[in-house]
Each structure stands twice: as structure tokens, then as C-alpha cells.
């Protein structure tokens, strides 16, 4: 293989990874489903733009924070705009472009998703590890970014 040597600890840290990040995903959007509530996606996106403020964010900036291409974010935008949880507003500084900005509907949304993704958070990290131990594993994750 072009003369490199992956180590068995770096196939087995990238395996743990990988393992462990789609688990917990996976039960945190088994406890949105059973709240009957929408996927991680929506809260990740209601919050992106919630914090954004009044003015809302342009779709091209919420693509590196939600991790999706293009096509799928703006048809989570699509989404989220039948659902009436946000707007699309026009931009001032460019007719052509619009803003996303939350709804009072998107912020209660939001919020009961929050209280189930805080349990979840809860349970599944803050409970098993420990304080250090949770900043230790931002920090690695961090370095792999």
C-alpha cells in the first residue's frame, strides 16, 4: 500500500469512532422518534439558526455546521419552512439571496427537542464519563478535525 503502516491502534480508534458516534446518534434519534418529534438534522438546524438571531443565517453558512452537501440542506430548509419553523427572508444586501430565521413555532420546537436531547446528553456522556474525561475527549476529537 504505497509503503504506509497503519497501526492497529489507529484502525481500532477510527472503528471505535465511527462505531460509537453512529450508536449514539442512533439512540438519540430513537428518543426524538419515540417523543414523536423530529431528527437530530431539524435540531441542529433550528438551533444553527436560532442562534443566529433575528437577522437568520444564508443556507450556504449552515452547510459546514450541519454537516450535510447543499442539496440535502436546502431540502431540510424546504422542510422546516412547510413546517412552519422557519421563514425565508429576503436579503437586503442581495435580492437574489434570503436568510433562514426561526419562528416562534421553530423555538418551541426546538425547545421540547432540547429536553429530550438534554437527557440523552445527559445519559449517555455526562453520566459515563466524567468531567476531565468528557474535556479530555473534546480535546482528541478536536485534534481530528
Known amino acids: 500500500m504505497l509503503g504506509m503502516s497503519i497501526d492497529n491502534e489507529t484502525t481500532q480508534a477510527w472503528q471505535s469512532l465511527h462505531i460509537t458516534s453512529r450508536t449514539l446518534i442512533e439512540q438519540v434519534e430513537a428518543a426524538f422518534k419515540k417523543a414523536d418529534l423530529p431528527s437530530l438534522s431539524w435540531y441542529d438546524a433550528l438551533w444553527e439558526i436560532e442562534k443566529a438571531g433575528e437577522d437568520g443565517i444564508r443556507p450556504n453558512a449552515l452547510i459546514p455546521q450541519l454537516l450535510l452537501p447543499q442539496y440535502q440542506t436546502s431540502r431540510l430548509l424546504d422542510r422546516l419552512v412547510n413546517a412552519d419553523l422557519i421563514d425565508r427572508v429576503v436579503c437586503d444586501e442581495d435580492r437574489r439571496g434570503c436568510r433562514a430565521v426561526i419562528t416562534p413555532k421553530g423555538k418551541d420546537m426546538r425547545a421540547r427537542?432540547?429536553?429530550?436531547?438534554?437527557?440523552?446528553?445527559?445519559?449517555?456522556?455526562?453520566?459515563?464519563?466524567?468531567?476531565?474525561?468528557?474535556a479530555t475527549l473534546a480535546q482528541l476529537l478536536n485534534k481530528l478535525r
Open 113 to 134: 427537542m432540547w429536553v429530550i436531547y438534554e437527557k440523552c446528553l445527559d445519559e449517555l456522556m455526562q453520566k459515563k464519563l466524567g468531567k476531565d474525561e468528557r
